[in-house]
């Protein structure tokens, strides 16, 4: 876990493309694979995509494109799918949206988008015994 709170826009950019990249190098050494290897988990991508011109969002927008090969997923947010980059959107395989509270919209690649009902989690029925 990377902490970008105290960084402005363009440092997590770099930090975060930085990160991600080398994250690349280090798994194309090791080769293809299917089985999953890591996770990268981005929150409010939005945020950094104001950058989406800039050489260096594009090059992370190519990187997370490449993680797959490689046996590396990526999760991200955004408040609205439209604010997600082109180049990332196509590498996203499920899409998640939050309908009204715990009914959540579910869309997988290749197949029919359906909604699910969650339920509360177990620290939540011990807080409300």
Partial sequence: VIELKG???RQALLLTASVVKEML???REKGVSKQAR???FIPEISRLSRFYK???FKDL???LSELKDFGIGFA???PKEIDIEDEIA???EAKFGIIMQN???VRLSNRKQYRVLLRPTISELKASA
Avoid: Q, R, V
Wanted: proline residues 0%.
């Fill in 54 to 56: 800039n050489s260096l």
């Fill in 25 to 27: 190098f280090y798994y």
């Fill in 38 to 40: 890591s996770m990268i």
């Fill in 7 to 9: 960084l402005d826009l």
């Fill in 76 to 78: 991200i947010s955004s």
């Fill in 103 to 105: 009914d959540i919209g």
């Fill in 61 to 63: 927008a190519k990187s």
């Fill in 90 to 92: 196509k590498g996203i």
